[in-house]
């Protein structure tokens, strides 16, 4: 495997189900993102890791539940979700380090809620 | 706040017609523009950062170039496969993260065979 990696491709739930999105990365990289791609919508950060600590949180609600047990793996624990939580979740990784902070993202999970 | 506005939202060219997408910006002290490339069902590919005014940079039929207000991705003869969305994100230098990139919703490209 290469680059950042995610599984499932495509889900449907549910609005009383429970879910997780796993994401890999390949890269060595030591900061990873989750963000949220609706239509129309620019790309919404939602979730960041560096060195395995949550950084950064950006209003989202608690129906979503990130963990990253290690600086390879991230996972995105979803339950109760609502319709308009559909969408495409991205997750992407980057070196943070002085003069790079490019995020290199993987294909994404399509996420359908019923 | 940060703002990325992308124009125009749609461009539809006919192989080989050259043309420009801009990506204006409004962030407190730059650190970084980049641009991206998405394909349908895909997530973004990354393709150029650009870290001050003036710099260029070139990949195969695209070139970025930046000023201190926009940015312009420059397509010199397109094929059909250059038909995706691209998207333009900055991060700031002052007050920010290190980790926060802000998007602009993206210019759609079609090129035609």
């Known amino acids: 495997e290469t680059g950042v990696t995610q599984t499932p491709r495509h889900l449907v739930m549910g609005m009383t189900n429970k879910k997780s999105l796993k994401c890999e990365q390949h890269l060595g990289h030591n900061a990873m993102y989750w963000y949220k791609q609706s239509a129309k919508k620019p790309l919404e950060l939602m979730f960041v890791y560096s060195l395995e600590e949550r950084v950064e949180n950006n209003s989202v609600p608690s129906r979503f539940s990130p963990e990253c047990p290690n600086s390879s793996h991230l996972f995105l624990h979803l339950h109760t979700l609502q319709p308009e939580d559909s969408a495409l979740y991205l997750c992407a990784s980057s070196q943070v380090m002085a003069g790079t902070y490019e995020q290199y993202f993987g294909p994404g999970t399509r996420l359908t809620v019923t | 706040e940060d703002q990325v506005t992308q124009s125009p939202e749609a461009l539809r060219l006919q192989e080989g017609e050259s043309s420009s997408l801009n990506c204006s910006y409004t962030?407190?002290?730059?650190?970084?523009l980049f641009w991206y490339r998405q394909d349908p069902g895909k997530g973004p590919e990354f393709l150029f950062t650009?870290?001050?005014a003036g710099e260029e940079k070139e990949k195969e039929r695209l070139k970025a170039t930046l000023t201190k207000k926009e940015s312009f991705l420059h397509i010199t003869a397109p094929k059909p496969e250059d038909s995706a969305t691209y998207l333009c994100a900055v991060q700031a230098r002052s007050g920010g993260s290190n980790y926060k990139l802000t998007f602009g919703k993206g210019t759609l490209l079609t090129v035609n065979p």
């Open positions: 650009l870290y001050s």
């Open positions: 962030v407190s002290g730059l650190r970084g």
